[in-house]
């Protein structure tokens, strides 16, 4: 039977009370029937489907990298981590081992750190490729001008020039390039994105995801401390540019080719003797510092009491105005060394060995390969071959190693120069010296080689010694007391010549046994005996 409202239900008559009610119909006539044929329900969607042909803006379709530029510059920033990476792993090495044309003359911990910190600044790229912040993008822009402030920096200061040389100067300038790359990326990536989502989906995108704003968050944090890095690297560079200004002493020359330089001075005049014969010039060798820390002072008052004529000093590679060494570097090369600015300098023998310390090492193979020239042998508790085991140690090495990589951020020297007052003079040889990266890296060489070279080397070195030559030894009371193996080398290091002038152990006295007056006072005197013989 036909409706009264003139429609059919599936071909088949309704009753009277099976009557749909008109609005319903109506209703049903346009709502669209859901996928499988279902009538609408209450989960149906309210709005009916967009039939504008755009796409949701969460499907995986809408993405930047629907765009070959956006591409490309993913491939650029996964080759140039690749590229960063591998250089960081040559200058790695080089800490150890210097390839040829790759030696820099300062520690090499500058250029390591700028190269790590292009890898940091890489990878956040990588990672966060697909999800550009403003965070990311100022945060690259901060330190690539800091960045630049280093180069301007390194090229502007000729001390500073010459220490980082092409290996340095090539990383900071690397660094400071894909610093301003992050930058362009991060802004076509946004343009990009905005880019594509007009175009599948109708309008630019401007809500994140959870997910999204962890990333960004991440970003931030990441971009925030590598801010704080570049801002430590870029003040000690500053601190560096000044403590370049302060002059040494001596003159510094240059060795083994031409790769580095060595500091060396000379105090007093020429002297000779009734007979004409040259009288000796005390040639002083540091101990664990450098020796215009405290060493020098005793040896100073000595020339002025006249207990010396003159007297002549270096700094080991390394050690305030020295230059480092290729790696690795023994106690015999530095003697080597020692030897050839000796002949630059001009300078004669004969000579009286004064050292403390590990500096006796030095001293000791420099005297076994200059027999005829060396007048006497002074040793200020002096380490003991038998005992290059406790500066060899691999868990020193490491903690040495991390030392030398953290050094450039410089935390503790720019606080000891805002807060403690510290000098230019305190940082290249005194009290703060040992923070500076030239000095750990010298005591990092030291430690590489102390238990296979140097060793070899000074034990070589006893069984060339010439007997007849005069030895001072002077050990510190204290060492020996709480230190029995000490005390027992103390006693050997005697017998290195038959010819022991005197052996004093200075009661109350510390390892360096000038601190005290009563060792400078005993010092100072033997070491007058030592000069005056004939």
């Known amino acids: 039977m036909v409706s009264l409202w003139g429609s059919k239900d599936d071909g088949e008559d309704r009753e009277d009370g099976d009557a749909t009610p008109p609005n319903e119909e109506t209703s049903r006539q346009h709502t669209p029937r859901q996928p499988g044929g279902r009538d609408p329900d209450e989960r149906t969607r309210l709005l009916p489907p967009r039939n504008s042909g755009f796409l949701d803006p969460d499907d995986p379709a809408v993405s930047p990298y629907n765009l070959w530029s956006v591409r490309a510059l993913r491939y650029f920033c996964v080759l140039f981590l690749i590229i960063s990476f591998l250089w960081w792993v040559l200058l790695l090495i080089s800490i150890f081992v210097s390839p040829p044309k790759m030696h820099s003359r300062g520690s090499g911990f500058f250029d390591f750190s700028y190269t790590t910190l292009t890898i940091g600044n890489l990878l956040v790229a990588v990672l966060f490729f697909s999800t550009p912040s403003k965070a990311m993008e100022i945060g690259s822009l901060i330190v690539a001008a800091l960045l630049l402030i280093d180069v301007i920096i390194i090229l502007a200061v000729g001390r500073l020039r010459a220490e980082e040389g092409w290996v340095g100067i090539a990383s900071v300038i690397w660094a400071t390039l894909i610093a301003l790359f992050n930058v362009l990326t991060d802004r076509v990536v946004a343009w990009g994105k905005k880019e594509e989502e007009e175009r599948l989906t109708g309008r630019s995108e401007t809500r994140r995801t959870l997910r999204e704003w962890c990333a960004v968050l991440t970003a931030a944090v990441i971009m ?168 060899g140690s691999p868990g020193r090495g490491f903690l040495l190693w991390a030392r030398g990589i953290i050094s450039p951020l410089g935390y503790d020297r720019l606080a000891g120069a805002i807060f403690n007052g510290r000098t230019r003079q305190d940082r290249i040889y005194g009290t703060s010296s040992y923070q500076g990266g030239k000095f750990i890296k010298a005591k990092l060489q030291e430690n590489l080689v102390a238990n296979s070279l140097t060793k070899n080397e000074v034990s070589l070195a006893r069984s060339i010694q010439r007997p007849e030559t005069p ?47 009563k060792g400078r006072t005993l010092m100072e005197k033997r070491l007058g005996e030592l000069v005056r013989l004939q």
């Open 471 to 517: 030895l001072v030894v002077i050990s510190s009371g204290i060492e020996t007391t709480k230190d029995n193996e000490w005390s027992r080398k103390q006693k050997d290091l005697t017998t290195l010549t038959n010819t022991l002038v005197s052996w004093d152990v200075v009661n109350g006295a510390p390892h360096e046994v000038w601190r005290t007056l």
């Open 224 to 391: 925030v401390a590598m801010i704080v890095v570049a801002v430590l690297l870029t003040a000690t560079l500053i601190l560096r540019s000044s403590d370049s200004s302060l002059a040494p002493p001596g003159q510094r020359y240059f060795v083994d080719g031409d790769k580095y330089q060595i500091h060396f001075g000379c105090i007093g005049n020429v002297t000779f003797d009734t007979h004409g014969k040259r009288n000796p010039t005390v040639l002083v060798e540091a101990g664990e510092t450098p020796l215009e820390d405290t060493f020098d002072d005793w040896i100073y008052d000595a020339y002025r009491n006249g207990t010396i004529d003159r007297y002549c000093f270096y700094d080991r590679p390394g050690f305030a105005w020295s230059d480092n060494a290729p790696s690795p570097h023994s106690a015999g090369m530095t003697s080597d060394v020692l030897s050839v600015v000796l002949a630059i300098a001009d300078e004669e023998p004969p000579w009286v060995l004064v050292s403390a310390g590990v500096g006796g090492i030095y001293s000791r193979i420099f005297a076994s390969r200059h027999p005829e020239q060396i007048q006497g042998l002074f040793l200020v508790d002096a380490l003991h071959e038998d005992l290059l085991h406790r500066i």
